[in-house]
T-cell receptor, first 109, second 116 residues
């Protein structure tokens, strides 16, 4: 079946270091969405990418959609404690929304 | 902005009883609502998709007779866990897609079910 693989499962960083999570789909996606779930909270929509090769920025967050529309990444520059949480990608394919497993961002004390 | 309210946030019940969880879109009409289950430190597991006025579409492995979903209006969907057992204890979350929107999902706060 259709799958979206998301890696890594966890990433431990020092505050101020960068963070990246990657999603790779087995099929071409019509669009991809990114969500953030804080510990104990519910997922919150961050952004949607639609165009091949699209790059969007939200302050320290950079989202990319691959040329083939099968992969995507989220990069956070200079992480802060407020960035802690799990980041999910979700890709639309054949009228289905397929979720990645999420990447948990952990800031080292 | 779009708000989805989920109730109750926490529920504890005895084994064998049924529990109903409500998901309401407060300021928009939701043509489609989704129900998920999330285990501790795990990803979201889509259980079913419900469209207003029609039967829910369940994901493979999800028992439709155990997890009854009703989407009676454009602002309300309910999930009833019937004859609950301890293994049904989990975090259940709903999301809604706004009619005429760009496709993003708005999530409820989630409901933590504990079955004793």
């Amino acid at each position: 079946g259709q799958q979206v693989m998301q890696i890594p499962q966890y990433q431990h960083v020092q505050e101020g270091e960068d963070f990246t999570t990657y999603c790779n789909s087995s099929t071409t996606l019509s669009n991809i969405q990114w969500y953030k779930q804080r510990p104990g909270g519910h997922p919150v929509f961050l952004i949607q990418l639609v165009k091949s090769g699209e790059v969007k920025k939200q302050k320290r967050l950079t989202f990319q959609f691959g040329e083939a529309k099968k992969n995507s990444s989220l990069h956070i520059t200079a992480t802060q404690t407020t960035d802690v949480g799990t980041y999910f990608c979700a890709g639309h394919s054949n009228y289905q929304l397929i979720w990645g497993a999420g990447t948990k961002l952990i800031i080292k004390p | 902005g779009a708000v989805v309210s989920q109730h109750p946030s926490r529920v504890i019940c005895k084994s064998g009883t049924s529990v109903k969880i409500e998901c309401r879109s407060l300021d928009f009409q939701a043509t489609t609502m989704f129900w998920y289950r999330q285990f501790p430190k795990k990803s979201l597991m889509l259980m079913a998709t419900s469209n207003e006025g029609s039967k829910a579409t369940y994901e493979q492995g999800v028992e439709k007779d155990k997890f009854l979903i009703n989407h009676a209006s454009l602002t309300l969907s309910t999930l009833t866990v019937t004859s609950a057992h301890p293994e049904d204890s989990s975090f259940y979350i709903c999301s809604a897609r706004r009619a005429g929107g760009t496709g993003e999902l708005f999530f409820g706060e989630g409901s933590r079910l504990t079955v004793l």
